[in-house]
């Protein structure tokens, strides 16, 4: 079952413009990952944040995890044409599968 | 190496074709995954390989069959195919699985298949 609603599930930007994506997810989890997939090809792990955390930085990626509410964010900063993917996130609960959300389509336009 | 490849990058197969996708990884992971993407959804969960044993099936025909011949080497054999499961097939590997799925996973490039 799915366990991760993704939203929005399209967002366009022009570059240099910070892009937002959200997931909501349902039961209770280890970490939340995020991947980056690049049309036709492979998932890229961006990111991984425990359930015991709160924020977490990469590069100009930013993740934020509310277990309270059950969500979380990514913030891409100084966005760039390359950017250009589709972004999952993904649940690990306690026991069980990593499982995918639906996905965000981004594009950042030059 | 942090590297997953798969072969081949394309295949095209009839209904009663046989042929088999290959994955390897020389990370020195003990969990390999094989996954099944649809266009513009996200990558749906086959088979889970932990310590070269099958731990996982998510209810996959048998038409699909998986196999792990050592380590670093995962593969799926396909035969009497449906043209709906045309997608892209995704191998991922992780460090360690042991029923959790806490590890990142990292992924190949895929297969594109076509049944015709």
């Known amino acids: 079952s799915q366990q991760g609603e993704e939203d929005p599930q399209a967002l366009s930007i022009q570059e240099g413009e910070n892009a937002t994506m959200n997931c909501s997810y349902k039961?209770?989890?280890?970490?939340l990952q995020w991947y980056r997939q690049n049309s036709g090809r492979g998932l890229v792990h961006l990111i991984l944040?425990?359930?015991?955390?709160r924020e977490k930085h990469s590069g100009r990626l930013r993740v934020t995890l509310d277990t309270s509410k059950k969500s979380s964010s990514l913030l891409i900063t100084a966005s760039r044409a390359a950017d250009t993917a589709s972004y999952f996130c993904?649940?690990?609960?306690?026991?069980?599968?990593?499982?995918f959300g639906s996905g965000t389509q981004l594009t950042v336009l030059p | 190496d942090t590297e997953v490849t798969q072969t081949p990058k394309h295949l095209v197969m009839g209904m009663t074709n046989k042929k088999s996708l290959k994955c390897e990884q020389h990370?020195?992971?003990?969990?390999m995954y094989w996954y099944k993407q649809k266009a513009k959804k996200p990558p749906e969960l086959m088979f889970v390989?932990?310590?070269?044993?099958?731990?996982i099936n998510e209810s996959v025909p048998s038409r699909f069959s998986p196999e792990c011949p050592n380590s670093s080497l995962l593969n799926l054999h396909l035969h009497a195919l449906q043209p709906e499961d045309s997608a892209l097939y995704l191998c991922?590997?992780?460090?360690?699985?042991?029923?959790?799925?806490?590890?990142?996973?990292?992924f190949g490039p895929g297969t594109r298949l076509t049944v015709t």
């Open positions: 990370m020195g992971h003990r969990a």
């Open positions: 944040i425990r359930s015991n955390e």
């Open positions: 993904a649940t690990a609960p306690p026991q069980g599968q990593l499982t």
């Open positions: 390989y932990s310590y070269e044993k099958l731990s």
């Open positions: 991922a590997s992780s460090q360690d699985h042991l029923g959790r799925s806490s590890y990142e996973q990292y």
């Open positions: 039961t209770s989890i280890n970490n």
